[in-house]
């Protein structure tokens, strides 16, 4: 998991040079969550790498949940995890926004209009 946290951090300072939007599949606040580390640990690395303040979630599907050579666990223990998951990015002052649960095409083009709607002037309260 330390490995993990490590290589979330370098991608995190990685992404601050691309244009974006720039997504992440996983984030740093649910790797120090898994790692159990200290509130104090927690809140700096909540303020030193920050993510945009709205999170994309998926919630646990079973209908296209698939277990392969990249996700060996099964559905239950992933359904499992997700509220620590998700209370992770709560807990670090994010806005989570559930996924619809349609086509991935569907879902992109979701995605695109929350970030397209977050960048619109006039709404700085929701940045």
Known sequence: MEAVLARSIRDHET???????VFFDRGIPEWLRFLGTSP????M?????????RVFVAEPWPEIYVCDHYRQHSFERAAKSYEATISAYI??????CVLPKVSV????????AQVEADA??????DR
């Open 15 to 21: 992404a601050r040079s691309l244009k974006g939007p």
């Open 40 to 43: 104090n640990l927690n809140a």
């Open 45 to 53: 690395a909540a303020t030193r790498y920050r993510y945009a303040s």
């Open 91 to 96: 807990e670090a002052g994010y806005r989570t």
């Open 105 to 112: 095409q569907e879902r992109v083009e979701f995605i695109l």
């Open 120 to 125: 619109q002037p006039g709404d700085a309260a």
